[in-house]
């Protein structure tokens, strides 16, 4: 079942419930007394709505990156992006201080501001891979959520995710002690983690008995290109604790979208390569991809997201969009469901 229909040609279910802009206003200016009354209402997938693990946050079950804003996308860009995103009913954004060097943040800040929706928004933030404020320590913990928040212009960080990355010698019982500071002074909800080990997680959980604040959620970079790392250990323990898996690059670097056919264009795909298996498995996957793109008539990307949503433990994919017609096909991956079929020959696929 398709729970969305987007793009050139197609009937556009989604009402809007705030006009996409081209410029990033200071204040959202009143309609001329003569405008005509337009029809407003919620986007298609306001009610859908999956649980962030125990926090009580409940998402979109796509969250949308900022990691192009400021970089591939300009300021204007960004905001249509994101107004084309809440139309659709999406709810969630996720970005970090180190994306675009705190440019991404700004952006959010500034859309956050002149649309007045900071309620309606479930933001994350990763922290830890800023050069300012390096690592998890505490010290530069606190400095990195204050600049975050300096930046984005709010009060609250829904999700903080820690960035275990960097290993900075911190030990991750004064980062935890820090963190449960910024949740008792009201400046981060929930705590989640990036690139953290099996062992580190089931650490934290140790922690956590102790009184701790516990970590809810898990950005780990997993597709179908990308299965390795998360498939094992991290998967196991993930669904032990009940963690709310979000995988970033959920896309590939835009490989999975079906953009990238070319050996011109797959050298520009960090982290590509083109000889070997990895080159002969990258086509297998994207014939499969075309094949139940073309079966139920969604982009190919919609399949790549589709994929992922089906996967255990996975509950909200992380993907990064330049422009608004990427969101109107990323949109899709939220509302289609494969077959055991198609599911099956994409997993073979991916090998």
């Given at each position: 079942?398709?729970?969305?229909?987007v793009?050139p040609g197609?009937?556009d279910?989604?009402?809007t419930?705030a006009?996409p802009?081209?410029?990033?206003?200071?204040?959202?200016?009143?309609?001329?007394?003569?405008?005509?009354i337009?029809?407003?209402?919620?986007?298609?997938g306001?009610?859908?709505?999956?649980?962030?693990?125990e926090?009580?946050?409940?998402?979109?079950?796509l969250?949308?990156?900022g990691a192009?804003?400021g970089w591939?996308?300009?300021?204007d860009?960004?905001?249509?992006?994101?107004d084309?995103?809440?139309?659709?009913?999406?709810?969630?954004?996720?970005?970090?201080?180190?994306?675009?060097?705190?440019?991404?943040?700004h952006?959010?800040?500034r859309?956050?501001?002149?649309?007045?929706?900071?309620d309606d928004?479930?933001?994350s933030?990763?922290?830890?891979?800023?050069?300012?404020?390096?690592?998890?320590?505490?010290?530069?913990l606190?400095?990195?959520?204050?600049?975050s928040?300096?930046?984005?212009?709010?009060?609250?960080?829904?999700?903080?995710?820690?960035d275990?990355?960097?290993?900075?010698?911190?030990?991750?019982e004064?980062?935890?002690?820090?963190a449960?500071?910024?949740?008792e002074?009201?400046?981060?909800?929930?705590?989640?983690?990036?690139g953290?080990?099996?062992?580190?997680?089931?650490?934290?959980r140790?922690?956590a008995?102790?009184?701790?604040?516990?970590?809810e959620?898990?950005?780990?970079p997993?597709?179908?290109m990308?299965?390795?790392?998360f498939?094992?250990?991290?998967?196991?323990?993930?669904?032990?604790?009940?963690?709310?898996?979000?995988p970033?690059?959920?896309?590939?670097h835009?490989?999975?979208?079906?953009?990238?056919?070319?050996?011109?264009?797959?050298?520009?795909?960090?982290?590509?390569?083109?000889?070997g298996?990895?080159?002969?498995?990258?086509?297998?996957?994207?014939?499969?991809?075309?094949l139940?793109?073309s079966?139920?008539?969604v982009?190919?990307?919609?399949?790549?997201?589709?994929?992922?949503?089906?996967?255990r433990?996975?509950?909200?994919?992380?993907?990064?969009?330049?422009?608004?017609?990427?969101?109107?096909?990323?949109i899709?991956?939220?509302g289609?469901t494969?077959?055991?079929a198609?599911?099956?020959?994409?997993?073979?696929?991916a090998?």
């Amino acid at each position: 079942m398709r729970l969305f229909s987007v793009g050139p040609g197609a009937s556009d279910t989604a009402t809007t419930s705030a006009a996409p802009a081209s410029t990033v206003p200071e204040t959202v200016p009143l309609p001329h007394p003569s405008a005509p009354i337009p029809v407003v209402g919620p986007g298609v997938g306001t009610g859908l709505r999956v649980p962030i693990a125990e926090t009580g946050i409940r998402t979109f079950p796509l969250i949308l990156g900022g990691a192009e804003f400021g970089w591939n996308a300009d300021a204007d860009t960004a905001i249509r992006i994101l107004d084309r995103y809440v139309e659709f009913g999406g709810n969630a954004v996720h970005t970090a201080d180190s994306f675009a060097a705190g440019r991404s943040e700004h952006i959010i800040g500034r859309w956050l501001s002149a649309r007045g929706n900071r309620d309606d928004i479930v933001l994350s933030v990763r922290v830890g891979g800023h050069p300012d404020n390096p690592g998890l320590g505490p010290i530069n913990l606190v400095r990195a959520v204050e600049g975050s928040l300096t930046r984005l212009g709010i009060e609250r960080i829904d999700v903080l995710y820690l960035d275990g990355t960097l290993d900075d010698g911190s030990a991750l019982e004064d980062t935890l002690a820090t963190a449960e500071w910024l949740v008792e002074t009201g400046k981060v909800r929930a705590l989640g983690a990036f690139g953290f080990s099996a062992e580190r997680l089931v650490e934290a959980r140790i922690l956590a008995s102790a009184g701790y604040p516990r970590i809810e959620a898990l950005d780990e970079p997993y597709n179908l290109m990308r299965r390795q790392d998360f498939e094992g250990d991290l998967r196991l323990v993930s669904a032990a604790q009940g963690l709310a898996v979000t995988p970033s690059h959920a896309l590939e670097h835009g490989f999975l979208s079906g953009r990238h056919r070319s050996k011109q264009a797959l050298q520009g795909v960090r982290g590509m390569q083109l000889r070997g298996n990895i080159n002969r498995r990258g086509i297998k996957v994207l014939r499969a991809l075309d094949l139940a793109a073309s079966e139920l008539h969604v982009p190919v990307a919609a399949i790549a997201i589709g994929w992922l949503l089906a996967q255990r433990t996975i509950t909200a994919p992380i993907v990064n969009a330049f422009a608004t017609d990427q969101v109107d096909e990323l949109i899709q991956g939220a509302g289609v469901t494969l077959g055991r079929a198609q599911l099956a020959e994409l997993t073979k696929a991916a090998g």
